[in-house]
């Protein structure tokens, strides 16, 4: 028998854990990108490339180095503490062509990665349909 519902749900952040590792090195851990921004980003990293998972932003770093283009119709954050409880996000969206800046957030403050959302979620959306309608699939 089924229990009536009473008051509120809980959320679905509430109900599973902040951080999931995924199998490899350090460069390749997959978090929720709300966890990351509470801490500089790691001196080896270009960044955090971002993409949307489940109703959140999941992120894996992108490490330092020769090979690290941002994939296509992926978004690279980057972030810098400028003073207390505020910080500079820079994003970058890669394309066939190489990468193109984004956005700019400058002074934000604590977990940021609310602001940054809704730009993520539409620009990569609009990248996917773009990017498909330019290269349909055959029947």
């Known amino acids: 028998m089924r229990r009536p519902v009473t008051g509120r749900r809980r959320s679905w952040s ?3 854990p902040s951080l999931t590792l995924v199998p490899g090195s350090d460069a390749l851990r997959t978090a929720q990108l ?3 921004t509470a801490e500089p980003m790691p001196a080896d990293v270009r960044g955090a490339l971002v993409r949307p998972a489940g109703g959140t932003l999941v992120a894996n770093w992108l490490p330092l180095g020769r090979s690290t283009a941002v994939p296509e119709g992926r978004v690279l954050l980057s ?3 400028v003073g207390p409880d505020r910080t500079d996000v820079t994003a970058h969206l890669g394309h066939a062509d190489g990468e ?3 956005a700019v ?3 934000l403050r604590g977990d ?3 602001v940054v959302r809704p730009t ?3 620009v990569t959306g609009l990248y996917a349909t773009l990017h498909a309608t330019r290269h349909p699939t055959p029947a």
């Open 14 to 16: 509430a109900t599973r």
């Open 34 to 36: 709300s966890v990351l």
């Open 79 to 81: 972030w810098t503490s």
């Open 112 to 114: 940021w990665s609310c």
């Open 100 to 102: 193109a800046l984004l």
């Open 120 to 122: 993520i979620i539409q």
């Open 105 to 107: 957030w400058p002074g």
